[in-house]
C-alpha cells in the first residue's frame, strides 16, 4: 500500500512539474514577444566604437567636451527619413531652431548615431554640435513622418 501511495504521488507531482514549466515556458514567451524597447536619446562624451554605444552619459555638457547623440528605435526603423532637430529651450518651453538634418534610413537599421569629426582635431565639441557659443539649454528631437519620436533636453554648461 505504501509503494502505492508513493508511485501516485510522485507520478502527480511530475505531471504538475510538467505543467507548470510549460506554462512559465509560455508566459515567457509571450512577454518577450510583446515587449518593445521605447524609443529614446542617449547623449555622451565618449564613443565605444567595439559595441557602438555612447559611453560616459550625461545629460550636462560643458561646452569643450566631446558629444555623441544616439537615437534607439526599440525596433527597427518604420520610415525612410529621420528629421535630427536642435533647438534652444527645453521640451516645457521649446525655442528657436538651432539647426536640422533630414537623414535617410532603411528597415535594417534600429539605432542612429550622430557624431562628428572636430575642427581641432578629434571628435565633435558639444558647442560645435549644437551651435551653440553661450551656457543654456539645448533641446534634441527626432522625428520622422510628421510625429516626433523622442526629444532629449541638455545642459550645456562653461566651467572651463
Not at 504521488?9 to 515567457?28: C, I
Request: glycine share 8%; with cysteine; hydrophobic share 40%.
Amino acid at each position: 500500500m505504501f509503494h502505492f501511495c508513493y508511485f501516485t504521488y510522485s507520478k502527480k507531482r511530475g505531471v504538475m512539474k510538467k505543467l507548470f514549466l510549460a506554462m512559465m515556458a509560455f508566459a515567457l514567451a509571450i512577454f518577450a514577444g510583446c515587449t518593445t524597447e521605447e524609443p529614446s536619446i542617449v547623449c555622451g562624451r565618449d564613443w565605444n566604437a567595439g559595441s557602438m554605444v555612447v559611453a560616459d552619459t550625461t545629460s550636462e555638457f560643458d561646452l569643450a567636451d566631446q558629444m555623441v547623440v544616439q537615437f534607439k528605435y526599440g525596433k527597427n526603423f518604420d520610415f525612410t527619413n529621420l528629421k535630427v532637430a536642435f533647438y534652444e529651450g527645453s521640451t516645457a518651453q521649446k525655442g528657436a531652431e538651432i539647426w536640422s538634418r533630414d537623414v535617410k534610413v532603411t528597415e535594417k537599421m534600429g539605432v542612429y548615431t550622430l557624431q562628428g569629426k572636430s575642427r581641432h582635431g578629434g571628435m565633435m565639441l558639444a558647442r560645435e554640435m549644437c551651435k551653440h557659443r553661450k551656457p543654456g539649454s539645448v533641446m534634441i528631437e527626432f522625428s520622422a513622418d510628421g510625429r516626433v519620436l523622442a526629444t532629449k533636453d541638455i545642459q550645456l554648461v562653461k566651467t572651463r
